[in-house]
């Protein structure tokens, strides 16, 4: 795997949040990309949206159906294809729905931007800019 991020092209604003939890919410995102892809890469950007800040993390791993995706982030919840996912990922289903708790209580959103089976996934969070 290659992890990569892709300096932006425009000056990013400050973004009002507290240090240690951006990098917590930034860290799960890298570390299910890399949980969740067996071959290829991991790109990390960020980016200035209105009156915002974007971090994306995507992936070229398995992707998740359209199905499964509703099963993201909550409590416990994993949405891989596999009923078994727990055991071959090692994971509790708890890093996205708490990366979510954490953005939201700093007036930020986390989402799935895209996610094609046999593809990858792009996941994005996104914090206010300071005024």
Do not use: C, W
């Not at 009923?83 to 930020?108: C, H, N, P, Q, W």
């Amino acid at each position: 795997l290659t992890l990569s991020f892709i300096e932006p092209t425009e000056a990013i604003p400050l973004a009002m949040v507290d240090h240690d939890r951006i990098k917590q919410a930034i860290s799960n995102f890298i570390d299910n990309a890399i949980k969740y892809t067996e071959k290829g890469s991991i790109v990390v950007t960020i980016e200035k949206v209105e009156k915002a800040v974007a971090v994306s993390v995507t992936d070229t791993g398995k992707g998740i159906s359209p199905q499964n995706q509703s099963l993201l982030f909550r409590k416990f919840q994993q949405a891989g294809e596999e009923m078994l996912a727990r055991d071959v990922s090692k994971s509790t289903g708890l890093g996205l729905y708490i990366t979510k708790l954490v953005i939201e209580a700093m007036g930020g959103k986390v989402e799935l931007a895209k996610s094609v089976l046999g593809e990858g996934s792009t996941f994005r969070l996104t914090v206010p800019t300071v005024l």
